[in-house]
């Protein structure tokens, strides 16, 4: 059996917290994930999950490292061809440009599921191209 991680990591700060947009990327991720492990498990690719943390010193240095996502060691941009951009951020990011993700014309703040779905999908496909 082959293995497909994905690897997320994201600015947490005083007791787990951490601002909305990553907040509400790890709820996708989640699903994502979910559903990736089910469906590539009939293609003998189990997924792996991790969930890497940068603490506030490394975030202040590199913020746009904060809510990135990689799949199968490769940024998910890499995958699904789209561009990194940084937007202003809310709460325990303080004043930073955080990441973004811009994709057929659309800037994503919160990584949408079906964007890491595609990615992890066509990461599979190279897989099995691979072999």
């Known amino acids: ?32 994930y979910l559903l990736l492990k089910k ?4 293609l003998d690719i189990d997924v792996v999950l991790e969930k890497s943390v940068m603490d506030i010193s490394a975030f202040k240095k590199t913020p746009l490292e904060s809510n990135s996502i990689l799949i199968a060691e490769r940024p998910l941009e890499y995958w699904i061809k789209a ?7 809310c709460g325990p990011c303080g ?17 949408p ?4 779905i595609k990615a992890g999908l066509l990461a599979a496909a190279e897989m099995i191209h691979n072999k």
């Open 83 to 89: 561009d990194v951009g940084q937007r202003p951020c």
């Open 39 to 42: 469906s590539l498990s009939h």
């Open 1 to 32: 059996m082959k293995t497909l991680t994905i690897t997320w990591q994201r600015l947490l700060i005083n007791n787990n917290q951490t601002c909305d947009r990553c907040g509400s990327t790890e709820e996708e991720i989640e699903k994502a």
């Open 113 to 116: 599921s079906e964007l890491i």
């Open 95 to 111: 004043d930073n440009e955080c990441r973004t993700i811009k994709f057929n014309n659309q800037t994503y703040e919160t990584i």
